[in-house]
Structure formats: C-alpha cells, structure tokens
C-alpha cells in the first residue's frame, strides 16, 4: 500500500512509522520544515521509546521517508491518514478542526485514482461528513472514500499499542474502503487484533466515549482518595479491592494529582461540548472536567500544607513535570498547574524531569531547571513527586534529604512506602493513605 501520513507528530509519526514496518510504502508529512528537516537527518523531534530506531530501520529500508510537500505523495497514494492535532478552541472548548479542514483542503487537489482518506485525529462525531464535503467541494472529479480510524496509542508505549492493540476501530460509510483499510491493517489481523467496523459517526463517538471513559475512572479513584484520608483508609488497598473484580478492572485506578496531557483534558471538554450541542449533556463527564480542574490546585495545596501552610520565601523541589513517564509532553501537564499554585504562594520551584525540560522551558519560564533530582533538591524546604518516573523509584533518600533544609516528601504518585520515607528522616505526605482516626 501506498500510504501518506499527513502530521509527523506523536501520533503520525509513530503511526507511518509501524505502518511502514508493516511493509507498507509511507510519506509522512507535516508543515514544520524544521521538523521535516530534522527527521531527515535522522533526528526524532519527540521522545517516545523504541522510535529512533523504529524510523531509522525503515528509512534504511525505503519504505519510509519526509516532506513538507504533499501534492506528488497525495497524487500516488492509496490511502492518505489525516493526523494533525485537534487542540480545544480557545474561548468555549470544542475541539478545534481547522487543522484537519486546511488538511483536507491541501489533499483535495491532488486525488488521483480511488482514494481512501481518514483521519486518525481525534475529531468530534460528522467531521467525517465536514471532511468529505471539503474534498468533494475542492474537487468534484475525486474518486474518494472518507473514513474514521481513531488512535488509541499511549504516549510513553505508543510503538507497542499501536503494533499490538486492543482493538482497531474503523468508521466506514463506502464498502470501498473497508477492503484498503483491512491491507493496510492485515499485519495486525493476522495477529488476531480485533478490527471492528462500524459507521463513520460511531468511530468517531467511540473514541471520545473511550477517552472520558477512563478520565472518570480516574477521576472517581481520586474522589475516593480523597475520602480515604478523611477516613482513614488507604485508597490503594482499595483500587486493589475493587480492581480485581473482573467488571472493573484494576488499570486507570492509580490516584494522583489528576489526568492531564494532550488527549484526556481536550477529547473529556470537546465530548461535553457535542453531548451539549446535541441536547443529550453527559453530566458525568461535565462532573469528571470539573473535579479534575480543582484537583490539580489542590495538589499545590497539598504541597502548601506540607511545608506547615506557607510556601513563602521557600524553595520547592519538583521532580517530573511530563504528564506521565517515557514521554516529553508538556500539554497540560498537571505539573503546570501545581507550578503555578506554588508561585502564587511566593515558593521559587527547582524542577527536574528526565525528559520534558526542553518542552518545560518555555511554559514554565520563572522555573530553575536542574540537573538531577538531587540538585533540584538542595535547599529545598519539599521534595514534590509528581510524574512517577522510574529514575524517581530508586532515589537515595537520605542523600536526598541531606541536601534539603527541610524535611517534607510529598509523593503524588505513591511510589513510596511511609516508613522507608520516614527511615530518611522525611515527614511523609501521600494520596489517599489515610491515617486511622
Ligand atoms: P502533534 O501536535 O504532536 O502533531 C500534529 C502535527 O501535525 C504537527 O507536527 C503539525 O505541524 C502537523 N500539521 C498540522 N497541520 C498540518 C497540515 N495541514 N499539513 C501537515 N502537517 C500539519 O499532535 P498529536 O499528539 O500527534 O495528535 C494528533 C491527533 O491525534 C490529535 O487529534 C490527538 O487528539 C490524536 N491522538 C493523540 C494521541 C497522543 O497520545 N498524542 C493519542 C491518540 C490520538
């Protein structure tokens, strides 16, 4: 198959890139030359293990390669992917599509032959019809068929999801698509992922149906950790307890400082706004946006509380700032938020992340940049967990506490045990362990 990737982000170009490990002939596209030019020289602009070598074996290959350029790879294809990013809107938080529009505006011109175009973004439910009508508007002689194939990859294990994944869900309206879709993923169906095909609108429903999905669950095992402090329960047992009951399942059970990133906060508003809009409103999804907002403040509170109520005058180590390990995305990281809270209680934040600094930089520009957790924490008066790195699972404690002029530990993420902590010589705070009344 001839395959264009239109986007050469986290999704697209993980994605061109497994497609052509599969044997498929892929061009990855994107608009940002620097981008293009440096994947060129063999360079991958994201973090995402197992990339760098995935890309560079498949360019060695020939069955992978980069261009700002789309019209000669659009005009060979079989099947273009439509992978850009669909940020929320500023102002009301749909989700915003005039990238995808301006995609299909692009491809529109040079459709030759039978076609199949899909978008991979996660776009809300008729995009696909706003999509088909753009290109048929564009060019009235295009032999196209639109299809929805949503992307449930995982940054940090993105190369493993998508070469093994629950599920492929493709949205078709013409039967024509459906034999291209079924090549292009036959490596996949052989290993017998299931492939479910469904109509257009359904595809794109289930993607955001998935997403808010697994934000309440976290959601609610925050709500829960909540409780268990007052209570005196430890929320881990709990997610334990009712994790392995088979109907709910132990994943997306981890208390912590609330969801972030780039999907769950955008894709859990944008399906609040369609429910709206559509005059159907998922209030549990209107509930789960709102808890999580507060949460991300409260962590800072946390933190606050910790160092005896004020944060004034006093350095805060923060060690993570990713909105989850093995990835060096910054999008609405909860690390911004708790950042922000801390500074309005006049602390100064010495952050280290293995990986989102880079990205960090800008976002976050009254912020001192470290060189590893330990100098991050010297001077520091809290050491605050809050992306559960694995670098952060071994630290050497009583190094760590040595360098620090106080002894406050707070670890959002749980990966410590209270007595190991204590051992060191640190006042423990967790989320969600309870103390016995
Ligand atoms: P991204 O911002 O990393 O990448 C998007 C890329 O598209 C950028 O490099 C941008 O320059 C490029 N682009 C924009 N308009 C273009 C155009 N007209 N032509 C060529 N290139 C263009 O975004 P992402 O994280 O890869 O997300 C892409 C989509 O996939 C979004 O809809 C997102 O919701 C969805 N998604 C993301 C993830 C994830 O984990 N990141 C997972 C599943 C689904």
Avoid at 35 to 57: N, T
Avoid at 196 to 219: D, P, Q, V, W
Avoid at 309 to 320: D, E, F, H, Y
Wanted: proline fraction near 5%.
């Amino acid at each position: 198959m001839r395959i264009v990737m239109i986007g050469s982000g986290y999704v697209g170009l993980v994605s061109g890139a497994c497609l052509a490990d599969f044997g498929h002939q892929v061009v990855c596209i994107d608009k940002d030359e620097s981008k293009i030019s440096r994947l060129r020289e063999g360079k991958i602009p994201i973090y995402e293990p197992g990339l760098e070598d995935l890309v560079a074996r498949n360019v060695a290959a020939g069955r992978l390669s980069f261009s700002t350029d789309l019209a000669q790879p659009v005009w060979d294809a079989d099947c273009v992917f439509i992978a850009v990013g669909t940020p929320a809107r500023r102002g009301d938080g749909h989700a915003d599509l005039s990238y995808v529009h301006a995609a299909a505006a692009e491809i529109a011109p040079w459709l030759t032959g039978f076609t199949v175009v899909v978008t991979k973004s996660t776009v809300p439910v008729g995009t696909g019809d706003e999509v088909e009508r753009i290109l048929r508007d564009a060019n009235p002689k295009a032999d196209v068929a639109v299809a929805s194939n949503p992307e449930f990859l995982r940054e940090g294990a993105a190369i493993e999801d998508f070469k093994r994944p629950d599920r492929i869900v493709i949205g078709i309206e013409d039967d024509r698509a459906r034999p291209v879709l079924e090549e292009v993923y036959r490596p996949l169906y052989l290993n017998q992922s299931p492939i479910l095909f469904t109509g257009r609108r359904t595809s794109e429903l289930i993607k955001y149906a998935a997403n808010a999905f697994l934000a309440m669950k976290i959601t609610f095992i925050n709500e829960v950790a909540e409780l268990c402090e007052r209570v005196g329960a430890d929320v881990q047992e709990v997610a334990r307890g009712i994790g392995l009951d088979n109907r709910i399942g132990r994943k997306f059970l981890h208390a912590g400082p609330g969801y972030g990133g780039s999907c769950f906060p955008k894709d859990t508003l944008a399906l609040v706004k369609t429910a709206e809009d559509a005059g159907a409103p998922i209030r549990l999804i209107e509930t789960t946006v709102a808890v999580n907002d507060t949460r991300k403040r409260a962590m800072g509170r946390k933190i606050i509380a910790a160092c005896g109520g004020s944060v004034r005058g006093k350095t805060i180590a923060v060690l993570g700032l990713t909105f989850k390990p093995n990835t060096d995305d910054m999008r609405d990281a909860p690390a911004l938020a708790i950042i922000q809270a801390l500074e309005d209680g006049g602390a100064t934040v010495r952050a280290y992340d293995p990986e989102g600094m880079e990205a960090a930089k800008s976002m976050l520009p009254t912020v001192a940049f470290a060189s590893s957790p330990y100098d991050a924490a010297e001077g520091a008066s809290a050491a605050v967990i809050v992306t559960e790195w694995d670098a952060f699972r071994a630290l050497d404690l009583r190094r760590l506490r040595g360098l620090m002029v106080g002894d406050a530990l707070v670890d959002l993420r749980n990966i410590y045990q209270t007595e190991a902590v204590e051992a060191a010589g640190f006042v423990h705070t967790s989320v969600g362990r309870g103390l016995q009344p």
